[in-house]
Nanobody, 115 residues
Framework: QVQFVESGGGLVQPGGSLSLSCAAS????????MNWYRQAPGAERELVAT????????NYADSVKGRFTISRDNAKNTVFLQMNNLKPEDTAVYYC????????WGQGTQVTVSS
């Protein structure tokens, strides 16, 4: 069964940093392009970052470019999102999934940026 378990969220002040992790199971991780998504209250889920199966290609939403970095560890079936210089508009629940996304979603991890 496909499963994603996100962790690492929390409350941080503007300008702060957080590092998110997502452990995946039930997929051939090393063959999977992975995405990070986020969903703010009352908004649709949006794509934040993408990383190819061996990490050679990475893409970011314009809103996070230069501040967020996606990476992965295929030996641990884990994808990461390093978030720096966080802004209040980054507040959302963050999820990972494959590209294209599977129907199974994890519980997400809440990121709140507030002073």
């Amino acid at each position: 069964q496909v499963q994603f378990v996100e962790s690492g969220g929390g409350l941080v002040q503007p300008g702060g940093s957080l590092s998110l992790s997502c452990a995946a199971s039930g997929i051939i991780f090393s063959l999977s392009t992975m995405n990070w998504y986020r969903q703010a209250p009352g908004a649709e889920r949006e794509l934040v970052a993408t990383i190819s199966n061996f990490g050679g290609s990475r893409n970011y939403a314009d809103s996070v470019k230069g501040r967020f970095t996606i990476s992965r560890d295929n030996a641990k079936n884990t994808v990461f999102l390093q978030m720096n210089n966080l802004k209040p508009e980054d507040t959302a629940v963050y999820y990972c999934n494959t590209n294209p996304a599977r129907t199974n979603w994890g519980q997400g991890t809440q990121v709140t940026v507030s002073s």
